[in-house]
C-alpha cells in the first residue's frame, strides 16, 4: 500500500464551551487566529499542502456559521466535482447509527460509518479542528503504512503540567517513528509522561470499521446520562492498544491545543514570540479567506510593542503583547496589553483592555477599564476576560480581571 486511498475527516463538531462566552453563537473552529486567519484554516491548509482533497468535515454546532466560513473549500482548491470537502451534520429518522448528536469524537465516528463506507478509504485519517500547528500528514501516512499499524498517531511531548488536559501515551521504548504504545491515558490528574496525542490519528479503514462495530452493539440508543463511545482516549483508542497495533509518529515542530482561553492566548503569546511557524514557511502558506481592508493606520503618537496589526485598523493609543483583528481602533491614550481583539473593536481614550480576549465591535468607552496587566506571565484561566461580541463598556466603568461577559452585555 504504497499510495493508500486517504480520506480525511476534520472533526469540528463540539460544543465548545470551554470558550465560554466566544463560542456562545459561533463554532469554536472559526474562532479567529493570529488576527486574519482562523483556527479551521489551520487543518484545512495542512491538507491541501499535504496532497489530501478528500475531506468530510463533521459539524454539529451553528452549521451554517462554518459552512459559510469555509466556502465551499474554495481557498484550499477542495470544491470540486469527485472528492473535495463535504460538510456533513446531524441526522435524525435514519435509524440509531446515523440519528441525533454525538457524545464524542470517537462517538462521532461512529455515527459516520456510512459515509466511511462510501468513501472506500484505505485509510481514515482524523484531525482535530482547534489545533495550531503544521504539519504534512504524508509523513505520519508514511510511518503508518511502513509500520502496517492499525492506528497511528501524531504525539507530542509536552510539559506534564499541560499533559493532564490530553491523552497521556507511554511506549514500548523511546519516542521515534513506529514506537508501539503500551498503555494510554485520558486527561488523568496525574499524568505518567509528558507524551500527548494531537489528536491526528491515522487509523487502518477496515480495522476502524470493524472496532467501530465491535463497540457499536452498547451505544445505538444510549441511556441518559450515558457517554456511547465518548471520545478517543476513552475507549476506541484504548480498545486499539489492548486488542491491535498502536505507533506513533513524533511532531517535531510547534503545537498546541487552542481550545481553551489559557491555551488560546498562550498560543497567541507563542506566536508574538516566533515559535508558531504557520506563517513563516512561504512553500506552505495558511491559506483561508482573505480580508478586503486597507492596510493598518499608526498615527502619531502611537506606540506599538511586540504585537501584530491586521488590515484596517487605526492606532493612535499604546499596544503591548497583543494581536488586534482587522479594523480594531485604538484612540489616543488609550492602552491593550496582553489581549487578543477581535474585529472592529473600539478601545476610546483612557481606556484599559488588559489580559483579555474581545470578540467584535465590542466597545470599551472613555477611561473604562478591563482585566489586569500580567506581563510575561502566563495567566490561568480564572484571570483571563472574555468579552462576548457586541458588547460595551460604559466610561469610568472598571470590569476585574477574569470576567465573562455575554455577548451583547452593557456594562
Known amino acids: 500500500m504504497k499510495n493508500p486511498r ?25 474562532l479567529p487566529f493570529g488576527g486574519t486567519h482562523r483556527l479551521i484554516d489551520v487543518p484545512l491548509s495542512n491538507l491541501r499542502h499535504s496532497g489530501i482533497d478528500d475531506v468530510l468535515m463533521c459539524v454539529q454546532y451553528h452549521a451554517v456559521a462554518l459552512e459559510r466560513a469555509v466556502g465551499g473549500g474554495r481557498p484550499w482548491d477542495l470544491d470540486r466535482t469527485r472528492g473535495g470537502l463535504l460538510v456533513v451534520g446531524p441526522e435524525e429518522g435514519r435509524g440509531a447509527e446515523r440519528s441525533g448528536f454525538s457524545t464524542g469524537n ?33 509523513d505520519l501516512l508514511a510511518t503508518h503504512v511502513e509500520s502496517g499499524a492499525d492506528c497511528t498517531m501524531l504525539t507530542y511531548d509536552l510539559s506534564k503540567k499541560e499533559a493532564g488536559n490530553h491523552t497521556v501515551v507511554e511506549l514500548d521504548g523511546e519516542h521515534r517513528p513506529g514506537a508501539r504504545v503500551a498503555s494510554l491515558a485520558h486527561k488523568p490528574s496525574t499524568p505518567a509522561t509528558s507524551l500527548v496525542c494531537t ?21 445505538d440508543e444510549p441511556e441518559e446520562g450515558d457517554t456511547g463511545l ?15 497495533t498502536v505507533v506513533v509518529h513524533p511532531h517535531e515542530g510547534y503545537w498546541r491545543d487552542a481550545g ?42 502611537a506606540e506599538i510593542l511586540d504585537s501584530m496589526i491586521s ?29 487578543v481583539l477581535f474585529e472592529d473593536v473600539t478601545v476610546a481614550a483612557g481606556a484599559f483592555v488588559g489580559t483579555a480576549i474581545v470578540d467584535h465591535r465590542v466597545e470599551f468607552a472613555r477611561n473604562s477599564r478591563l482585566g489586569v496587566e500580567t506581563g510575561t506571565r502566563l495567566p490561568t484561566d480564572d484571570a483571563i476576560s472574555l468579552v462576548g461580541r457586541e458588547s460595551a463598556v460604559a466610561p469610568r466603568v472598571e470590569v476585574g480581571a477574569g470576567a465573562r461577559l455575554e455577548p451583547g452585555t452593557r456594562a
Open 6 to 30: 486517504v480520506l480525511a475527516m476534520i472533526l469540528a463538531g463540539g460544543k465548545g464551551s470551554r470558550m465560554d462566552v466566544l463560542t456562545r453563537e459561533r463554532p469554536k473552529p472559526i
Open 260 to 301: 481553551r482561553p489559557d491555551s488560546y492566548l498562550r498560543a497567541h503569546r507563542d506566536l508574538l514570540a516566533g515559535e508558531v511557524d504557520l506563517f513563516t514557511r512561504p512553500e506552505r502558506p495558511l491559506l483561508g479567506a482573505t480580508t478586503n481592508r486597507p492596510g493598518a493606520l499608526v498615527r502619531p503618537g
Open 230 to 244: 465518548g471520545d478517543f482516549g476513552e475507549t476506541l483508542l484504548p480498545h486499539l492498544v489492548e486488542h491491535g
Open 311 to 339: 488590515p484596517g485598523c487605526e492606532i493612535r493609543g499604546r499596544v503591548v503583547r497583543s494581536v488586534l483583528g482587522p479594523g480594531v481602533v485604538v484612540e489616543a491614550g488609550a492602552e491593550v496589553v496582553d489581549s
Open 106 to 138: 470517537a462517538d462521532l465516528l461512529r455515527r459516520y460509518r456510512h459515509e466511511i463506507r462510501r468513501a472506500a478509504p484505505d485509510v481514515v485519517l482524523v484531525l482535530s479542528a482547534d489545533h495550531v500547528y503544521t504539519a504534512d500528514y504524508r
Open 199 to 219: 489528536e491526528v490519528i491515522a487509523y487502518d479503514a477496515g480495522v476502524l470499521m470493524e472496532e467501530l462495530g465491535v463497540l457499536h452493539a452498547d451505544a
